[in-house]
């Protein structure tokens, strides 16, 4: 899964576009249905607060990262999971990859490009058989009050282990509020493997706020019995509460106290520390206004972004329009903390379309601030494959992405790219591109001026001395 596949994370209300200014641009026609229809899983809606971009011409990004090469005017890639490629595609990968979220075979990802930064991953509520050995007898027999139990709506406790979708038997859900868990999670299991097996950091999931959720999120406990949730142990015969509901602040304290004992851990543990362990987390973007999603930066070193751009295949619908000034907006402040933003864009079709992939390189390059990298697949796992699109280079920036509310565009010394955030349902949004100058579209699509940009579509256009 994942990561986090089943994570289904819906924020309250839909945010305000980022605004800024930007080229004239003018709405026309009125758009069919485009793109595939979505997936089963829930998007993302943008929540209020948006960190906003602000257009700074001439402007050029500090390195945005302090665990992954400089990603500046280039496609940075990571993979997500090696789980579902053979040696030879890691062999063939490897070269091209700054990093793997989830790594099964470190040492062979290092063997061919040794600066790739590999992470060992873990769930902080769920310790997984066939990494630790032990099954729920074992621990039910030596630790029976770190198992994590479930309560009915009316929490009600019950005997009920707290599994969530994906995740049963062998697996055991654990209590992460428990400094005896965390120390067993981060210090004796996942952090004596990651430096056993050579990895550089640890892949911390699920690290989702209570205040993220709506209508309840499998990810907060269990929705093996329907109406159920997370909600505390069983000492002996005496229920230890943790949790009072689905939406439940206590969730988030949690939360955050787990990840900043992850770091306390990598740093100050005498066996840890000499191995300067990074701290990824999969967390769903939130507003910066928010004082929990400003405590969490300060302990972590990159983070994933499970829906990226594509927000599970719902890019291209009108309820996302103003998905991408959002996510732009955030993965630009991840950055600017030297925090290393991953992105995952997953399509769900057979095979991703040349227009996805100029629409995920776009989107990639207008938020690259140097710390940047994407995966881009029709699922979750597996190789992502070379493709040619990823060989572009736009070499520096002059500004930051700016436009909007559905036209948003970006200059680079070599190139353009100009994104539609969803215009629907107008069909495009006409772009007037700079003067005196020849664009050349990655995907060899006709370039007019002005340039009609679909809803929902994105180009990718190479030229000289762009700043000009």
């Not at 269990?222 to 997370?230: D, H, L, M, P, T």
């Amino acid at each position: 899964r994942g990561p986090a596949l089943f994570i289904l994370t819906l924020f309250a209300a839909a945010a305000t576009a980022c605004g800024g200014g930007g080229g004239s641009a003018s709405v026309a026609g009125v758009a069919p249905g485009n793109g595939a229809p979505g997936p089963t899983a829930s998007p993302r809606a943008t929540p209020t607060g948006a960190p906003t971009a602000t257009p700074g011409p001439g402007s050029t990004p500090s390195t945005g990262s302090t665990m992954i090469a400089d990603t500046t005017g280039r496609v940075g890639l990571f993979q997500e999971f090696d789980r579902g490629m053979t040696s030879s595609q890691i062999v063939s990968d490897a070269p091209h990859y700054d990093a793997v979220w989830g790594a099964n075979s470190p040492q062979l990802w290092h063997s061919v490009n040794p600066s790739v930064v590999t992470s060992r991953y873990f769930i902080p509520q769920e310790d997984r058989s066939q990494l630790s050995g032990h099954d729920l007898t074992w621990w039910q027999t030596n630790h029976p009050d770190w198992i994590l139990y479930a309560c009915k709506a009316d929490g009600t406790p019950t005997h009920d282990f707290a599994y969530w979708a994906g995740v049963d038997k062998p697996d055991v859900p654990l209590d992460q509020h428990n400094p005896a868990v965390i120390d067993y999670q981060v210090r004796q299991l996942n952090g004596m493997n990651a430096i056993a097996n050579g990895d550089q950091a640890l892949a911390v999931d699920q690290i989702v706020f209570e205040d993220a959720m709506v209508g309840g999120n499998p990810n907060f406990g269990q929705s093996v019995k329907s109406g159920e949730y997370a909600c505390g142990i069983w000492n002996g015969a005496t229920f230890v509460r943790r949790y009072s509901g689905v939406h439940d602040p206590a969730w988030t304290a949690d939360m955050i106290a787990f990840v900043k004992a992850t770091r306390q851990i990598v740093t100050t543990d005498s066996t840890l520390a000499p191995y300067h362990l990074k701290v990824i987390v999969n967390h769903p973007p939130g507003p910066m206004s928010n004082p929990n999603e400003q405590t969490l930066l300060q302990y972590i070193d990159g983070m994933v972004d499970e829906a990226g751009y594509a927000n599970y295949a719902r890019y291209n619908t009108s309820v996302d329009k103003n998905l991408f000034a959002f996510t732009a907006a955030y993965l630009v402040a991840l950055q600017k903390r030297k925090i290393a933003a991953f992105i995952i864009n997953s399509f769900k079709d057979a095979a991703v379309t040349p227009l996805q992939r100029e629409y995920a390189v776009a989107t990639y390059f207008m938020s690259d601030q140097g710390g940047q990298d994407m995966y881009v697949s029709p699922g979750p796992g597996g190789s992502q494959e070379n493709f040619p699109e990823y060989s572009v280079r736009l070499g520096q920036p002059c500004e930051d992405f700016h436009g909007g509310p559905y036209l948003y565009e970006r200059r680079y010394s070599g190139g353009l790219v100009l994104v539609n955030s969803g215009s629907l349902p107008a069909a495009f949004v006409d772009a007037s591109l700079p003067d005196n100058h020849t664009y050349t579209d990655i995907e060899g699509r006709k370039v007019t001026n002005p340039l009609p940009v679909a809803s929902s579509d994105a180009y990718v256009l190479t030229t000289t001395n762009g700043c000009s």
